[in-house]
């Protein structure tokens, strides 16, 4: 992996995308959010994370944060 590649916490996830930590938690549930684990810790690529943003269309987000 070059170093360049951006690597998010589950907290820095949750403020880059402005939602609540409970919501990556619920997607990756799902198996709906790109992600991989180090142990017990999740960890998020930052381009795979735009990308997957890209694929998912407005509102994705939204719905997640009103359930």
């Known amino acids: 992996m070059p170093s360049s590649t951006k690597v998010l916490t589950v907290n820095e996830l949750a403020e880059y ?3 609540h ?4 938690y619920r997607l990756l549930k799902k198996g709906q959010l790109p992600g991989f684990k180090i142990g017990s810790d999740w960890r998020f ?3 795979v994370i735009d990308e997957w943003r890209l694929r998912q269309g407005p509102g994705v987000l939204e719905e997640e944060a009103a359930e």
């Open 17 to 19: 995308l402005r939602v």
């Open 21 to 24: 930590r409970s919501t990556i």
């Open 45 to 47: 690529n930052v381009e």
